[in-house]
């Protein structure tokens, strides 16, 4: 995790920036990494550690009515990348979360959110797959191993969260 503080701080500094100027973060991944997505979106909807404002953040998988309707209208690829193309604004923030960094409705989603003209971060494992090349920030967790990867991408989550909330309220 000290290999990835410096690019952390970039990270909380870019979203930062956008929810400044009015923009929200969006926040997308699946299965173990769809929790993560709510569980972030939540904690800066909600609060962390202290009472304060919300910050403006979504899951883009947490209505489930367009989850599936999207999957089956166009196709599992195109579930983010639809909800990107909804909600996403220029100045928004694309949170996206792989493992593997392969993901096919991932990849979508950054397209879109490129399309968009949002900034894109991504969470990945050791190698990035092929999103390390397409984020703005891509932090790598240094491993392998599915559940380390995970584990580390909510260690990951909770400290930009309470960067966050510090920096903004």
Same mark, same amino acid.
Do not use: W
């Given at each position: 995790?000290?290999?990835?503080?410096?690019?952390?701080?970039?990270?909380?500094?870019?979203?930062?920036?956008?929810?400044?100027?009015?923009?929200?973060?969006?926040?997308?991944?699946?299965?173990?990494?769809?929790?993560?997505?709510?569980?972030?979106?939540?904690?800066?909807?909600?609060?962390?550690?202290?009472?304060?404002?919300?910050?403006?953040?979504?899951?883009?998988?947490?209505?489930?009515?367009?989850?599936?309707?999207?999957?089956?209208?166009?196709?599992?690829?195109?579930?983010?990348?639809?909800?990107?193309?909804? *909600?996403?604004?220029?100045?928004?923030?694309?949170?996206?979360?792989?493992?593997?960094?392969?993901?096919?409705?991932?990849?979508?989603?950054?397209?879109?959110?490129?399309?968009?003209?949002?900034?894109?971060?991504?969470?990945?494992?050791?190698?990035?797959?092929?999103?390390?090349?397409?984020?703005?920030?891509?932090?790598?967790?240094?491993?392998?191993?599915?559940?380390?990867?995970?584990?580390?991408?909510?260690?990951?989550? *909770?400290?930009?969260?309470?960067?966050?909330?510090?920096?903004?309220?």
């Amino acid at each position: 995790m000290r290999a990835l503080a410096a690019d952390v701080d970039r990270v909380v500094e870019l979203i930062a920036r956008s929810m400044r100027a009015g923009g929200a973060l969006l926040v997308c991944g699946n299965g173990g990494s769809a929790a993560d997505a709510q569980h972030i979106s939540a904690e800066l909807t909600g609060r962390f550690l202290r009472d304060r404002r919300p910050l403006r953040a979504m899951a883009l998988h947490a209505n489930t009515s367009s989850l599936t309707a999207i999957g089956n209208d166009y196709g599992y690829d195109e579930v983010f990348a639809r909800e990107v193309g909804a *909600h996403g604004r220029e100045g928004d923030v694309l949170l996206a979360i792989s493992t593997s960094g392969n993901s096919r409705n991932i990849l979508r989603a950054i397209e879109a959110a490129r399309e968009k003209r949002m900034a894109v971060v991504g969470l990945t494992g050791e190698a990035g797959g092929k999103m390390r090349d397409l984020c703005d920030l891509c932090l790598c967790v240094p491993s392998a191993s599915t559940p380390r990867i995970q584990e580390c991408h909510i260690v990951i989550g *909770h400290t930009v969260c309470e960067l966050l909330e510090h920096i903004l309220c």
